[in-house]
């Protein structure tokens, strides 16, 4: 009987932190990451369905966004300034991350291969773009809390990752700031 290494790699998605170049208050790892792009990416779907009249499959994008880190267990994650430092650098790293995914893939058994490939290399381009816009997201709701922490060292990423989601020009991403990012500067006592 052959095992198969897929699972337990992911698995592995725990010990890789997050934002090492930052000096964080409270520690992320790339496992704890994709949960929460996949609950932003959902609700993102939900509003672009409900709110706009889209009709994206919203399982796809969750499915998309719980394996959109799986690479940077074979790559690590590479920290966001040095990843867009520049087109080349950008183009290398994409192209390193399909090579880890294709990895990743082959320690599937075969019969899940091509279904896996679809979540991994080509899951399409607006299901990529909503979970891009989840993981910014997720970014910005990071800078917050650790601004909410004391931690001074995310007061420039807050406001370029800001600017970055409105560059996005999604009303997902203006709906999601307008109805929800509020609650994410309270404190337990202010959300009951």
């Avoid at 993981?135 to 420039?156: H, P, Q, R, T, W």
């Amino acid at each position: 009987m052959k095992n198969y290494n897929f699972f337990a790699y992911l698995n592995r998605m725990k010990y890789i932190e997050r934002w090492s170049l930052m000096r964080s208050a409270m520690k992320e790892n790339i496992m704890e990451h994709s949960e929460q792009v996949a609950q932003l990416a959902h609700m993102l779907a939900v509003i672009h369905n409900t709110i706009y009249g889209g009709n994206v499959n919203v399982g796809d994008v969750v499915i998309y966004a719980v394996y959109h880190e799986a690479s940077e267990v074979i790559t690590g994650d590479l920290p966001t300034p040095i990843k867009y430092f520049n087109a080349d650098i950008n183009s290398a790293y994409k192209n390193l991350e399909e090579i880890a995914n294709k990895k990743l893939i082959k320690m599937l058994p075969e019969v899940f291969q091509a279904q896996f490939e679809k979540i991994l290399i080509t899951p399409g381009p607006f299901v990529e773009k909503i979970v891009k816009a989840a993981d910014k997201l997720a970014a910005y709701i990071k800078c917050i809390e650790e601004i909410k922490f004391g931690n001074s060292e995310f007061v420039k990423a807050k406001k370029t990752i800001f600017e970055d989601l409105k560059q996005m020009d999604m009303l997902e991403i203006d709906y999601f700031l307008e109805h929800f990012i509020q609650g994410f500067e309270k404190t337990l006592d202010e959300l009951e």
